[in-house]
């Protein structure tokens, strides 16, 4: 009688180094990245446009230099407030252009200072526009902008039709 061995193949030893920790991490950060964009690129087609058509904060790369605005419809008109610190009324302008209301500014600040045994020099600069398309029903000959304490308020006031009752319609059987 032949007896047959079962014979399980041997692992061969390496000496390679494990993965850094960090290795592994970062391929999954990568991933989740990977996951959000392609999340993001899919919802942001399907949702509608909006009133000024503007594009909120939220699906931007944040820019500190882009001052976030509240856009507040009223009775009688829409109203626009930026928060715009450090700017001065004469640093920030306000037009119309083809049917957009342009909002830039620009702020520009120079500090030198000589003392004992030091020379410091800093400059700082930026500058931002925001364009919004004016909804229908704005009269746009009576637009408004105001500054207060680094506070900028547009007031846009609705033409006399935008600001009707809305007015119902009976429906009569046929």
Avoid: C
């Amino acid at each position: 009688m032949i007896e047959t061995a079962n014979k399980t193949p041997a692992k061969a030893e390496t000496n390679a180094p494990a993965p850094a920790p960090w290795f592994s991490l970062d391929s999954l950060r990568q991933e989740v990245d990977r996951l959000f964009d392609d999340f993001g690129n899919g919802w942001r087609k399907t949702l509608p446009s909006r009133a000024f058509n503007v594009e909120p904060l939220f699906r931007r790369a944040f820019d500190w230099k882009v001052p976030a605005v509240d856009i507040v419809e009223k009775d009688g008109a829409f109203e626009i407030t930026a928060e715009v610190p450090g700017l001065d009324a004469k640093e920030i302008e306000v037009t119309l252009r083809n049917g957009n209301l342009v909002m830039k500014g620009e702020k520009r600040e120079e500090k030198q200072d000589e003392s004992k045994g030091y020379h410091l020099q800093e400059r700082h600069f930026g500058s931002f526009e925001r364009v919004f398309a004016l909804p229908e029903g704005v009269d746009p000959d009576k637009i408004d902008a105001r500054f207060d304490k680094g506070v900028l308020k547009i007031t846009l006031p609705k033409t006399p039709a935008a600001q009707e009752p809305a007015r119902k319609i009976d429906i009569k059987a046929a």
